[in-house]
């Protein structure tokens, strides 16, 4: 069973930019479509970005499309989340997730593994 480590959040200023890492303890991007989801206190899990098995495909909502990129190196097993431009409304907990599917869920419920997630506070 594959175990994600997500690293990386931190405090920035809005405008800025942060890279979020999902690491696997396996190989992942070859057996599984990977999602990062955020979830602020009171909220539901959202969202965020997606990519296809193999990375052929990603989905971004439009809250995040043109500002988030998920990038990915398979060598290490790890997807990424670019995030640049970041707005006061993208502070949450970041969580990544695989499906054991070649096509990507906006539903989390629909995510099989999950990491621990990492936060992100954007100040204005």
């Known amino acids: 069973q594959v175990q994600l480590v997500e690293s990386g959040g931190g405090l920035v200023q809005a405008g800025g930019s942060l890279r979020l890492s999902c690491t696997a303890s396996?190989?992942?991007?070859?057996?599984?479509?990977v999602g990062w989801f955020r979830q602020a206190p009171g909220k539901e899990r959202e969202f965020v970005a997606a990519?296809?098995?193999?990375?052929?495909?990603?989905y971004y909502p439009d809250s995040v499309k043109g500002r988030f990129t998920i990038p990915f190196d398979n060598a290490k097993n790890t997807v990424y989340l670019q995030m640049n431009s970041l707005k006061p409304e993208d502070t949450a907990g970041y969580y990544c997730?695989?499906?054991?599917?070649?096509?990507?869920?906006?539903?989390?419920?629909?995510?099989?593994?999950w990491g621990q997630g990492t936060q992100v506070t954007v100040s204005s």
């Open positions: 997730g695989g499906r054991r599917r070649t096509g990507v869920s906006v539903s989390p419920d629909l995510y099989d593994h």
């Open positions: 396996g190989r992942i991007i070859d057996s599984y479509a």
């Open positions: 990519m296809s098995r193999g990375g052929g495909s990603t």
